[in-house]
Structure formats: C-alpha cells, structure tokens
C-alpha cells in the first residue's frame, strides 16, 4: 500500500520545475513574489511544492546572501473552524518568533508582531475585507462589540450600566490579546493594518531572512476562503524579503474570482484581478507514457524488501534516465534492470505489469497519467489480492489488473454484461471475449456493438492475459465491493443484495436507506458491513468521504455495527484523519472512544481542535476557539 501523501522524494521528474520556481525565487531578490503552482487534483502540487522548497535550501550561499525560512500553511484544514486568514498571519507570526528565538536576534520585534496577529484575531480585523476598511465599515468581534456600545453611548448618552458593558468588553479583549488591544482604543484599522507590515517587514529585516510560504490546497476551499486567503496575503503579508508559493488550480481560483464579482460580466477583471493574486502562474507538467510507467515501477520499488540505499541509488538513476527521454531514451524494465543486478522475481513481474499499463493509464480519460489516481488503483489491486490470499482465492495478479482497470474505466454497461456472463457461466469464463481478443492481439480492427463500442474497449482488450478462457469467479469474488458477486448460494437476501448495491453505488444517500435496512437479518448487516469496510479501506483522507455516509446509515439501523466501524476509524492512520470528521460523527454513541485515541494520536492540531470545539459545544460553556 503507498499513503496519499506528498514527498520530498522525486518520483514524477518534477525537479526540473521545482528548481525552475527557486531560481525565480531567488532572482527576485528581495522583491516579493507569488507564484501559483498550478494543476489538477492529484497532479502532484504539494510535492512540487515540497521540492521547491528542498531545491532552495540546498542552494550554495555566498557571504551576505540571505537565509531562506519556510512555513507550510494548508488553508484548508482551518476551513469552517478557524478563520484562514488570521490563522495564516498566525502560523507565520510564531515562526518567526521561534526564529528570533533561536537566533537569538530580532526576539522584540518578532514578539511584538506575535502580539499585533494576535489582536487582529481577537477583534476579527483580519476577517474584514479591505474594501470594508476603505469605505468605513466598523470592525466585528469584541472590537466591533466596543464600537457598537460607543455607538450607542455618542447617540443615546451613556449610563452607568452602558460604561460597565463598555469597561468589560475592552477588559475581555485586553486580557485576550495580552494587554496590546487595551492600549490601541484610540487607533484605527488602517493604522493597525499598516503598524501590523511595519513590524513584519522590520522583523525579516532584522532576522536577515527571506520568508517563503508554501501555500497548499488552496483549491479545495470554498471560493469565499479562497479569494480571502489571497486577499489576506496581498494586504498584510506581501512586503520586501517575501514569497509566496501557491499550490492550487488557476481554474478553481478564476472561478472562486468569477464567484468574487458575482454579476459582474466582465471576463478582463477577472483576469486582471487573477493576475493581481498571482504574478508568476506555473503549470505542473502532464505526465507522459514514460513518466507513468517510471512512477509505477518506483512505487513498486518503494514497496520492496530492498534496502534504503539501493531505492534511492534506483531512483536517482530513473530521475536521470528521465530527463534525456526527450533524446529518445526508455525507462521500462530492460533499463531498470541495469540499474540493480538482483531484483526478487516478484518485482520484476510488477515491472512487467508496469511496463503493459503505463499507456493505459496515460490515456485513459479516468486516469490520464494523474498520480494520485494512479496510486489509488494500485492500491485496489494490492487490497484484492490480500483479500484473495487471506481468503485462500487464488487469483492471478495480472488477470486481477485487467479486470480492475475495465472496472474502473470501462462502460459501466459493458462491465455488467461481463459480471452477468461469468455468473451464467459453469466455468466462469466470459467466452463472448475470445474473438475479440484474438482479433485486438493480432491488430485487427474490432468490430463492437454497444455498450462495448469505444476506443477504451479496443485497447484494454490487447492487455495480456486473454480473459475469455480465464475463470474469473475468483477474480469477482474478491472485487464485489464494486459489483456484487450475488449469486443463489450467496447469503444475501434479494433485499438485502439490492441494498447493497444502493450503498455501494450512491454511498451517501444512505441516509434514505436507514428504515429499509433496520428490516435486515443481523447476519445480512454483517456481510452488508463487509462490504463497506472493504471500500473504506481505499480511502486516504478521512474527513467526510461518502462512503462514511453509508457506514454510518447502517450503524443507525444496527447499533451493534457500531463497535467495528468504531474500530475501522480508530485503526486510520493519525495522517489521514481531517477535522471535519469530527462533527460528522460526535454524537455517534460508539464515538467516544474513537475521539479519545484521535487525542492521544499524532492528529493533526486542527482536528484535536476540532474534538475540544466540540466538547465545548456539548457542555455549553461557551468556551469555543476563536
């Protein structure tokens, strides 16, 4: 199994552009910078970004040059439970405090900015546009409090009780921001927006850094957090010895612009504005044949008993081979196997699987080359064939990749006429295959009727090995989370079956399916839960993904299932839990315990956040994290 996570480590030959987005760094010098990293979802922009950042701190310095520091913020873990923006100037304000700290330099300043972030989120100033500021529009928060109260007193007079309001209110924010907000009653958003850069600016001075800030997943936000975040960083943050490297979609952002000027039908301001967030957009490449087949090989190296250094002396050999495939140069397995004299046989069979899909995966319109998606399948395919061996199924590996990728990217029409004819089958084998595939190997065109009539069809069909004399029961039996294997002597209900398949097909809908499925047999929930926990386990982030939906409508329906999704959850690893699962599931009796494990786990600080809002919330305390 390979974890969705973004690497330090080159896999896709990114190197190149990420050394391309340090050299603009450093050429800006001094002069602050953004630069959008763009792509799609799974292209790979959080490691791109990752490896900037490594390419810059490897650089040779000359004497005087400036040290590069870096911050990683992700704005969207903070979305719905922290104010991005003022998160962001926070996470910012504290590192350069551990800094000055550590340098023993420039602590004064670094702390008084700490101080000023800190104000600005007790007031909630950051959450205030800048248009707002310009037009005169009064603060929110405890500092919009105490100007509503000063409001009231300059048109009604001020009593007695109106005067106590006022001194508690400033009491409550001065004692929130350390004291800072009491002695600034007198000032102004603007001023304080300016006082806020003049210490920033002058903290980097006095420190000698240059500040780069790795922002990530900016295009899984909302277009409201989006457009702020960017906004946030152009008002407060953008000043001399700073730069920003932006990881999201350009198109995402344009919309979240378009949704911005809403009714405005003005295509030249949304690109002027786009261009004003982001000066210097840069698009991660698409991968090609070569770059597909070389990432899967890696995986499969990655996964591999070989040790540490001969993966990485594999790795920077493929990187190399890469960069001259431009020369005509081949990564398959013949060259894989000059950079190692002992592969096991098992790997250099996955590189031989490697070498067949790699087109398939560049082309085809469900995939085409995304490493993520790539990962994904493979990581179905290694979840079937451990369910195949624990199970004492035996399924051929290569006839199992097959059938997962038609699954995957086939008609859906197509794939259940397969389905259908394996279960008519005595044999299991889908015979209606064999004069296709005979014609497909020997580069004959196919004629295909509907639904199998697409050029998808026509070239997974040369994939090695020919299905129509394979029994494929196996095959099935360990893939039905996708396509349920029901047959006569399954022990699903017709009722139940079709149950099954409504979840597995429309996971969050299952909400509507709660009544039906409180009529089942605890022995058909059982299975029913099977099913769901096999395709729970291809998940890689845990926030609220649909199939969460389906478990927890049939928990609802049979409490006693609770204990084993309970289980599932706490056995996710720490990094794929997202804050906003929390909610989802705090008020699920079988919870309790999940939640506490997640606390004394290496979750990531928002979801413990998450967990301590939410048992503010219960208790009624009023005691929730600004």
């Not at 048109?155 to 924010?173: H, M, P, Q, R, V």
């Not at 197509?414 to 296709?436: H, I, M, R």
């Amino acid at each position: 199994m390979w974890p969705d996570n973004e690497t330090t480590r080159d896999f896709l030959n990114f190197s190149g552009v990420a050394d391309t987005v340090a050299e603009i760094i450093v050429q800006a010098n001094g002069r602050p910078i953004s630069i959008g990293v763009s792509g799609s979802w799974g292209i790979g922009k959080s490691s791109l970004i990752k490896l900037t950042a490594v390419s810059l701190a490897k650089r040779p310095r000359s004497e005087g040059d400036r040290e590069f520091i870096f911050v990683e913020f992700n704005a969207w873990l903070y979305q719905g439970y922290d104010d991005a923006r003022a998160a962001l100037m926070d996470v910012i304000a504290s590192k350069l405090e551990e800094e000055a700290e550590k340098r023993k330099t420039a602590v004064g300043k670094a702390k008084e900015l700490l101080k000023r972030v800190k104000w600005f989120r007790v007031a909630k100033l950051a959450a205030t546009s800048a248009a707002a500021f310009a037009l005169g529009v009064p603060p929110v928060g405890l500092a919009g409090e105490i100007y509503e109260i000063g409001r009231k007193a300059l048109s009604g007079g001020a009593d007695k009780a109106l005067i106590g309001e006022a001194a508690k209110k400033a009491g409550e924010a001065a004692e929130a921001a350390g004291g800072f907000l009491a002695a600034r009653m007198d000032t102004s958003p603007p001023r304080e927006i300016q006082a806020l850069r003049d210490a920033f600016e002058e903290t980097l001075n006095e420190l000698a850094v240059t500040l780069v800030v790795l922002v990530d997943d900016l295009d899984r936000c909302l277009p409201e957090t989006t457009i702020s975040t960017l906004e946030a960083i152009r008002l407060f943050l953008f000043l001399k010895n700073t730069a920003f490297v932006i990881a999201a979609d350009n198109d995402m952002i344009k919309y979240a612009v378009r949704r911005h000027f809403e009714g405005v039908d003005n295509d030249l301001l949304v690109t002027n504005y786009f261009d004003k967030l982001i000066q210097l957009p840069i698009r991660v490449p698409p991968l090609g044949t070569q770059e597909v087949r070389a990432y899967m090989m890696l995986l499969f190296v990655e996964n591999s008993s070989l040790s540490d250094e001969v993966k990485e002396k594999i790795r920077a050999g493929v990187g190399a081979q890469l960069q001259q495939t431009w020369q005509g140069k081949r990564v398959d397995r013949a060259f894989i196997q000059t950079l190692y004299a002992d592969f096991p046989a098992e790997l250099i069979g996955r590189f031989d699987s490697a070498d067949r899909l790699a087109p398939l995966m560049t082309r085809a319109t469900g995939i085409a080359g995304n490493p993520r998606l790539i990962k994904r399948f493979l990581n179905a395919l290694a979840i079937r064939m451990t369910m195949s061996r624990a199970q004492g199924v035996g399924v051929d590996e290569a006839v199992l990749a097959k059938l997962l990728l038609f699954e995957r990217l086939g008609n859906v029409a197509a794939y259940a006429e397969l389905v259908a004819a394996v279960n008519a089958s005595d044999s299991g084998k889908p015979a209606f295959l064999a004069e296709w595939e005979a014609k497909a190997m020997q580069g004959e065109d196919v004629s295909l009727a509907a639904p199998w009539d697409d050029d998808f069809t026509r070239e997974w069909l040369t994939l090695p090995p020919m299905l129509s004399q394979t029994d494929l029961r196996g095959a099935l039996y360990v893939s039905r989370e996708h396509a349920p294997l029901i047959t006569p002597a399954d022990r699903l209900s017709s009722e139940a079956a079709q149950l099954l398949e409504a979840l597995l097909a429309h996971p969050d809908m299952g909400a509507a399916l709660v009544e039906r499925l409180a009529k089942v047999s605890r022995a058909e929930t059982t299975v029913i839960m099977d099913r769901l926990l096999e395709v729970a386990h291809q998940q890689q982030e845990w926030g609220v993904p649909p199939i969460l939906d389906a478990c927890l409508a049939l928990v609802r329906a049979d409490p006693g299932q609770g204990a084993r999704l309970a289980a599932f959850l706490r056995d996710r690893p720490a990094a794929q839990i997202q804050p906003n699962i929390v909610a989802k599931i705090a008020d699920e009796p079988w919870a309790s315990g999940v939640l506490e494990q997640w606390e004394r786990s290496a979750v990531r600080p928002p979801v413990k956040a998450a967990i301590t809002r939410q048992r503010s919330n219960r208790r009624g305390d009023g005691n929730i994290a600004v």
